[in-house]
C-alpha cells in the first residue's frame, strides 16, 4: 500500500508574529523546520504529499518544504480558501490531487511522529483493511504529557472497539485520546465529507466541519475503525508556542543521543 499524505498546514498559528509556526527551526543541528521534520517523518513508500496551505502563510510554508524535503519527494501544494473552514474542509480541498484509494492525514504542527509509528498505522490498515485507521494514545497518569488531556477522548463499544471521538476531553470516562493521526478509504472520505455538521463558533469566524466527526461515521460501517497504540505519547505533541517548540526539539536531541 503506498498511501498518498495530506498534511493539513493551513493554521495561522505564530510564535513570532507574522511568520508561521511550522517554518520555525525545530532542529538547531540541522536547520529543520517543523514542517520539514513531519515531511522527513514519512515512510519512503508513500505516494503523493500534498500540502494544505493558507493565503497569508503559504509562501513561507512552502520555502521552507523547498529547503528542507528529502531529495526525490514529490510535494504538491493545495491553497486552502481564506475563510476557516475546518479541518475536515481543509483535508476536502486536497481530494483533487489524492490518487491513491486511501490516504493518511497527518497535522504539520505535530513534528514528533516516529516514521516507524506512521508505518505501523498504514500496516494494519493495510492488513484489516478497515473505512478507516488511527492512531490512539492511552492515559496514563501520571506519565501522559498534559496537553494530551485536552484531546479529544476515544469512545469505545461494549467490547472494545472504537465508536467515536468526543471533542475537548468531555469523556471523561474514556481511558484513550486521540491525537489526529488518521487514514481513511478516499471513496469513504469523499462521500462523507459533505455531511458533517458543522460546529458553530463564538469568535466572528465561520462555521467549521471537524474530522473527528468521520470517526463515529466509519465506525458504523461493516469494516469499522482500526487503531494503532502509539508507544510513547510524547510522539503526539503539538508547537502551539516557544515552550512547546524548546521541548520538542529537546525531545528530538535525546532521541539522537539515543540512537
Partial sequence: MNPDVVIVAAGFGFIEPGVSKLTEIIDPKTGISVIGHVIRTLPPFVGNVVLVLNGLYGRQVIESVERDVPP??????????TERGGTADAVRSALPEVTSDEFLVLFADMPLWRTRTV?????????KRPTMSMATVALNEPSTPPPLRGYGRVGRAPDGMICGVFADGTDQGSRSVNPSLYIFETRFFRD????????????????EI???HLVAVAAKKAR??????????????????????ATAAAILERRRLQT
Fill in 210 to 212: 471537524d474530522l473527528p
Fill in 72 to 81: 526525490g519527494q514529490r510535494v504538491l501544494t493545495v491553497y486552502q480558501e
Fill in 192 to 207: 462523507h465529507v459533505g455531511l458533517i455538521p458543522p460546529r458553530r463558533r463564538t469568535d466572528g469566524y465561520s462555521d
Fill in 119 to 127: 508505518e505501523a498505522l498504514i500496516r494494519i490498515h493495510e492488513a
Fill in 224 to 245: 469499522g475503525v482500526a487503531e494503532v497504540l502509539v508507544e510513547d505519547p510524547r510522539e503526539a505533541l503539538g508547537i502551539n508556542n516557544a515552550a512547546d517548540l
